[in-house]
């Protein structure tokens, strides 16, 4: 008798789901309304799990976990007058795609808090339809009660985008190279594939023609504007200096030169192999910058 309440209390959505996770990432809010970011987002979190939904909150630094089904993530904004908007968005953490949002307004900053909960109630039951959506179905024996073992949908295909790593100077090879290989790696984290293209086309003015003239979404430059090596004792030392610039058909959407500390290698360590730790550390510092600013990386 248990076993039979269990099971249709999981097919009714009567409990959570270890594998229903939501991450829940920080509010971005206008200047004047930053102190309400982390309030309005520690109450919307609380009325989901009081909603039984599994939610993670994620700080400005810490990355989506893997186990997340999907995202959510806003806005705090002033609207007309001295109404405050609290916008939230749903996202799919596969391929970033915005599958809902839902918004409401306080009658000024005192009502700041009757809005998150007024947003989390509206939240709520779109968050448990589009993590229902995503569950593969499970049918159950009405004789037996057993779950029937359902075969895992396929990976998402690899989506392609324009990507480059050039270099201002020859000394900046073994970088280059360790670069190319970790960006691929990076990116078929998110789902995607590097296309090569000429860096020259990849220019601040030529990017935005570029990317639309490819028919694919987004472009990607790395280029390498210092690479310097010391070595010490048999010890080397490199310090790197890497331009990141993402351009979509419209526009570029990010521009970041990334600067790393001194990077130490071990004793009689080879070039290539420092190299290589160069670009962890690189594309490490680029990535909690690139989830804020890049849809495709969150």
Same mark, same amino acid.
Do not use: C
């Given at each position: 008798?248990?076993?039979?309440?269990?099971?249709?209390?999981?097919?009714?959505?009567?409990?959570?789901?270890?594998?229903?996770?939501?991450?829940?990432?920080?509010?971005?809010?206008?200047?004047?309304?930053?102190?309400?970011?982390q309030p309005v987002a520690s109450e919307v979190?609380?009325?989901?799990?009081?909603?039984?939904?599994?939610?993670?909150?994620?700080?400005?630094?810490?990355?989506?976990?893997?186990?997340?089904?999907?995202?959510?993530?806003?806005?705090?904004?002033?609207?007309?007058?001295k109404d405050i908007v609290l916008s939230l968005?749903? =996202?799919? !953490? +596969?391929?970033?795609? &915005?599958?809902?949002? /839902?918004?409401?307004?306080?009658?000024?900053?005192?009502?700041? #808090?009757?809005?998150?909960?007024?947003?989390?109630?509206?939240?709520?039951?779109?968050?448990?339809?589009?993590?229902?959506?995503?569950?593969?179905?499970?049918?159950?024996?009405?004789?037996?009660?057993?779950?029937?073992?359902?075969?895992?949908?396929?990976?998402?295909?690899?989506?392609?985008?324009?990507?480059?790593?050039?270099?201002?100077?020859?000394?900046?090879?073994?970088?280059?190279?360790?670069?190319?290989?970790?960006?691929?790696?990076?990116?078929?984290?998110?789902?995607?594939?590097?296309?090569?293209?000429?860096?020259?086309?990849?220019?601040?003015?030529?990017?935005?023609?570029?990317?639309?003239?490819?028919?694919?979404?987004?472009?990607?430059?790395?280029?390498?504007?210092?690479?310097?090596?010391?070595?010490?004792?048999?010890?080397?030392?490199? =310090?790197? !200096? +890497?331009?990141?610039? &993402?351009?979509?058909? /419209?526009?570029?959407?990010?521009?970041?030169?990334?600067?790393? #500390?001194?990077?130490?290698?071990?004793?009689?360590?080879?070039?290539?192999?420092?190299?290589?730790?160069?670009?962890?550390?690189?594309?490490?510092?680029?990535?909690?910058?690139?989830?804020?600013?890049?849809?495709?990386?969150?």
């Amino acid at each position: 008798m248990v076993r039979a309440l269990m099971i249709f209390l999981v097919l009714m959505g009567g409990v959570a789901r270890g594998d229903d996770r939501v991450a829940l990432l920080p509010l971005d809010a206008e200047k004047g309304l930053e102190i309400y970011g982390q309030p309005v987002a520690s109450e919307v979190a609380r009325a989901l799990r009081e909603g039984k939904i599994e939610i993670e909150v994620i700080g400005a630094k810490m990355a989506v976990p893997d186990s997340a089904k999907l995202i959510v993530d806003g806005t705090i904004a002033a609207g007309k007058k001295k109404d405050i908007v609290l916008s939230l968005r749903i =996202r799919n !953490h +596969v391929d970033g795609v &915005v599958l809902a949002t /839902v918004q409401s307004t306080a009658a000024g900053i005192a009502n700041i #808090d009757k809005a998150a909960a007024d947003v989390s109630a509206r939240l709520m039951p779109v968050l448990r339809e589009r993590l229902a959506a995503l569950r593969p179905t499970t049918p159950v024996d009405p004789d037996h009660g057993t779950m029937h073992e359902v075969t895992q949908p396929p990976a998402p295909d690899l989506r392609p985008m324009l990507a480059v790593v050039s270099m201002r100077e020859n000394e900046s090879d073994p970088l280059r190279a360790a670069l190319t290989v970790q960006l691929d790696a990076q990116l078929r984290k998110v789902y995607r594939t590097p296309q090569l293209v000429d860096p020259a086309k990849m220019t601040r003015e030529l990017a935005t023609d570029t990317v639309k003239s490819s028919k694919l979404d987004l472009g990607m430059l790395l280029e390498i504007t210092s690479y310097t090596l010391e070595i010490e004792d048999n010890i080397p030392i490199a =310090r790197a !200096h +890497v331009r990141f610039r &993402v351009t979509d058909a /419209v526009g570029i959407v990010f521009d970041r030169v990334v600067v790393t #500390d001194s990077v130490v290698g071990e004793k009689n360590m080879s070039l290539a192999q420092l190299a290589e730790r160069v670009a962890r550390e690189v594309l490490d510092i680029a990535r909690p910058h690139l989830k804020r600013k890049v849809t495709a990386w969150r």
